[in-house]
């Protein structure tokens, strides 16, 4: 078995021998790496409770950050995140640091591994049913959140995380962004419910597919709205969306991956609505899901349809178009410390 410093050198991100905090891929790579410490961490645990002497390799500490906390499920007992404190040698201080973060709170996806995989998938399917918020492991995550953001601020937290990870570091960001409190976030491969229009390969249909759900999204909307029964909780929703609109999360997504390519047309699909003078269509149609809304219309029990987990009014949206082997790869964490990523950057903000 690799040691920590031999996992490092042939995994991690090595070339990152200084971190400028002023440089868009040092952040985005160092907030990947945390994530990957997640990974190990629980990792680690399982190995341990099998008998096993694998030690996790503390790669965070090559960038100065040190593990104050992990986050346990209630449910199995599994480490889905951790609280890293970083803690730079004097000597290494320079005016970047101004852009550093004093924690970061990481969150791991789904492990494909048998004491943590039952619990996982279920959350996973939560993410698809819009009952993420409901769930023990989010109000563990939004506790510690709220605990350290009451102590230090919010200007000096951030939130990371991968696939599953990534909705629950998104699900807290709203939250916190309610709040009046928008802390930096850097959410790699979020899940995005819907099918996958993005990996059509006809521009024409892709758009025709998008236009006609929104416009019946639109209608459903409005019938919604004509029923007393939803005229509060409409206005609520749209008070809410607009609320948090000031939030810009990171979101770095591959443009072969369908867990999370949809972002790339929902956002271009949204300008371009914007662009032809229907800017209140794209902002109604924007708070909707076609996917949870047509879940609840046929009565599939348990679906939320109010404010869906994935849907953002603002974002700085990141797509890697460096070409991959598979869908996995498409989908992987480590790609997104590498040095050489063909990347199409993006800022949309909610108008």
């Known amino acids: 078995m690799a040691s920590g410093s031999e996992y490092f050198n042939r995994c991690g991100p090595k070339y990152l021998s200084n971190i400028d905090w002023n440089n868009a891929h040092h952040r985005k790579s160092v907030s990947a790496s945390l994530v990957e410490g997640v990974y190990m961490l629980e990792e680690d ?18 960038f100065n950050f040190k593990v104050v906390n992990a986050l346990v499920d209630d449910n199995d007992k599994s480490i889905f ?7 730079p040698s004097a000597y290494s201080y320079h005016r970047s640091m101004d852009r550093s973060p004093r924690y970061v709170i990481a969150f791991r996806g789904t492990l ?87 990996r059509i390969k006809n521009k024409k249909v892709r758009h025709g597919l998008r236009f006609a759900g929104t416009l019946i999204k639109a209608g459903m909307a409005f019938a919604a709205a004509a029923s007393d029964n939803h005229n509060n909780s409409n206005g609520i929703q749209d008070s809410s969306f607009a609320a948090i609109s000031g939030w810009i999360p990171c979101l770095f997504v591959n443009h072969l991956d369908p867990i999370c390519s949809e972002y790339i047309g929902h ?19 924007s708070q909707h ?26 974002a700085n949206l990141t797509v890697n178009l460096y070409p991959c082997q598979d869908m996995i790869s498409a989908h992987e964490l480590h790609q997104w410390w590498r040095p050489d990523l063909n990347l199409s950057c993006s800022v949309y903000k909610y108008k």
């Open 45 to 62: 645990r399982q190995a341990r409770r099998g008998g096993s002497q694998r030690v996790a390799p503390p790669w965070w500490e090559f």
């Open 81 to 87: 995140g951790a609280i890293f404190e970083y803690k």
């Open 112 to 198: 494909i591994k048998l004491e943590s995989f039952a619990r996982d998938l279920k959350l996973d399917i939560d993410i698809i049913r819009n009952g993420l918020h409901h769930t023990g492991r989010f109000r563990t995550a939004i506790k510690a959140v709220l605990d350290l953001v009451s102590v230090v601020g919010s200007s000096k937290v951030w939130l990371t995380g991968h696939s599953l990870g990534a909705a629950m570091a998104m699900l807290a960001g709203k939250n916190m962004a309610k709040r009046g409190n928008f802390l930096e976030a850097f959410l790699f491969n979020p899940p995005y419910v819907s099918p996958p229009i993005e």
């Open 267 to 285: 956002f271009k699909h949204k300008k371009k609505l914007e662009d032809i003078g229907a800017g209140g269509l794209a902002r109604l149609t």
């Open 289 to 314: 899901s076609l996917g949870n809304m047509a879940m609840s219309a046929v009565g599939i029990k348990g679906i939320d349809t109010s404010e869906p987990l994935h849907l953002l009014p603002s």
